[in-house]
């Protein structure tokens, strides 16, 4: 039997008029569909946002003790890092 894939999609929304960062993780199973999902208002510049987001997005999945998760995300930067 394979092991069961999930996929967590992390994303961060900047709004520099409210200084704030927002993100949302939705995790969704080896078919497409919907598990569960949540978000987070921080208070935090741009520059540093998208990798508070995935250490967030990597708690989040920890606590609840999914394994078998893929992260993706669109932070080049926070990726290239990360590689590295």
């Not at 939705?26 to 078919?31: F, L, N, Y």
Request: negative net charge.
């Amino acid at each position: 039997m394979a092991l069961r894939r999930l996929e967590c999609n992390v994303d961060a929304s900047f709004s520099d008029e409210l200084t704030c960062v927002g993100h949302d993780m939705c995790i969704r199973d080896d078919t497409g569909n919907f598990v569960m999902a949540t978000w987070l208002n921080l208070g935090c510049s741009s520059d540093i946002g998208e990798a508070l987001v995935l250490s967030h997005a990597i708690h989040w999945v920890r606590d609840r003790q999914l394994t078998n998760v893929d992260f993706k995300l669109d932070a080049k930067k926070v990726v290239d890092y990360c590689k590295a």
